[in-house]
C-alpha cells in the first residue's frame, strides 16, 4: 500500500470506527473491519515502515471495543484484525495492557465455531511472549481448550489444528511441563490426541517417531495409493498440518512424563507436584 496515501486512507476508516453517528451502523462498521482486514493480512512486523506497523495502536484502539460489541460478525472481523497485528510484540503487549487478553479468554467459552477458530487463532501468536503464557495459565486457558477439543474437536481440523499450536506455543521452551499443565488436564491432552491421530498409532523406533496410520481411514490413503489427488486435497492438507503439531505435542508430554517416570523410579524425587524442581535435558 502506498504509504503516503494508505495513511490518510486507514485514517480516514478508523474516524469512522470511532465515530459515535457511524457505530449505528453494523453495516457500515462491518464493511470497514472487513477492509482492514484484508488489508493487514500482508502486514510483517519486520519492517518497521510498514503502515499498518506505524499505525497498530490506533488501529488497536478503534478495533477494542467491537472485539466485545454484540454484533458477533463485527466481533469476528475485530479479533481477525487483531490476529494480523499481533506478530508484532507492540499489539500483543496492547492485548495485556488493555485487558483485551481476559476477553479473548471468555469467547473461549462461546460455542459459535468460526469465533473460536478465529480467537483461538490469536493464541497461536500471543503465546510468543513467556508473559502472556503465564497469563493463559492463570486463567484456565488449556482446560478451556480441552473443552474445545472434546466438543469440536472431530468435526473441524483447522480447529484442532490450531489448538494443538496453541498449546506447542504454550509450552515449547518448557522443560517441567507441570509448570503449565495440570496431571489432569496433561491426561486428558493425551487421550485425546491419541483419539484423533488414530487408534492404529505404531511407533516407530528406528526413526523415534510416530506413523499415523489413521490416514487410511480418514481418506482412503494406503502404502501403494499412487493417487496424488488425496495429498493435494485440501482437507487432506489440513489433516496432515494437525497431524504433524500433534504429533509433536503428543510426543513432548511422553517425553516427559517418560523422563518423570525414570527420575521417580530413581528416588530422586516424591511426588508429582505443580512446585516440582526438574532437572533434565530440555525438549
Known amino acids: 500500500m502506498n504509504e503516503q496515501y494508505g495513511l490518510q486512507l486507514i485514517d480516514e476508516f478508523l474516524k469512522v470506527l470511532i465515530s459515535n453517528p457511524f457505530k449505528k451502523n453494523d453495516e457500515l462498521i462491518l464493511s470497514v473491519l472487513s477492509t482492514l482486514n484484508n488489508l493487514s493480512y500482508y502486514y510483517t512486523a519486520e519492517f518497521d515502515r510498514d503502515i499498518f506497523h506505524i499505525k497498530q495502536v490506533d488501529i488497536m484502539e478503534a478495533i477494542s471495543e467491537y472485539v466485545n460489541c454484540q454484533n458477533v460478525d463485527c466481533v469476528i472481523e475485530a479479533i481477525r484484525i487483531l490476529g494480523n497485528l499481533s506478530r508484532s510484540k507492540i499489539t500483543r503487549s496492547y492485548v495485556i495492557q488493555k485487558n483485551i487478553f481476559s476477553q479473548l ?28 503464557r503465564v497469563l493463559f495459565k492463570n486463567s484456565g486457558g488449556t482446560g478451556k481448550l480441552i ?137
Not at 114 to 130: E, I, Q, Y
Not at 167 to 191: A, G, H, K, P, R
Not at 226 to 245: C, G, H, K, Q, R
Request: negative net charge; hydrophobic residues 45%; glycine residues 4%.
Open 105 to 132: 479468554i471468555k469467547i473461549l467459552d462461546e460455542d459459535n465455531l468460526n469465533l473460536l477458530k478465529t480467537t483461538v487463532g490469536v493464541f497461536v501468536n500471543l503465546m510468543a511472549d513467556n508473559k502472556n
Open 147 to 283: 473443552r474445545i477439543l472434546n466438543q469440536y474437536g472431530s468435526y473441524d481440523w483447522v480447529l484442532t489444528m490450531l489448538i494443538c499450536q496453541v498449546l506447542w506455543n504454550f509450552c515449547i521452551d518448557t522443560v517441567n511441563l507441570y509448570e503449565l499443565i495440570s496431571d489432569n488436564e496433561m491426561q486428558q491432552l493425551l487421550s485425546i490426541l491419541a483419539d484423533f491421530l488414530g487408534d492404529a498409532i505404531e511407533s516407530c523406533c528406528t526413526l523415534n517417531r510416530v506413523m499415523l496410520v489413521d490416514e487410511e481411514k480418514l481418506f482412503g490413503i494406503t502404502d501403494t495409493n499412487e493417487d496424488l489427488e488425496i495429498y493435494s486435497a485440501p482437507d487432506y492438507m489440513i489433516w496432515e498440518e494437525f497431524a504433524n503439531v500433534a504429533t509433536n505435542l503428543l510426543e513432548k508430554i511422553e517425553h516427559f512424563l517418560d523422563t518423570l517416570e525414570q527420575i521417580e523410579s530413581a528416588g530422586n524425587i516424591k511426588t508429582k507436584d505443580s512446585n516440582t524442581n526438574l532437572s533434565f535435558a530440555a525438549w
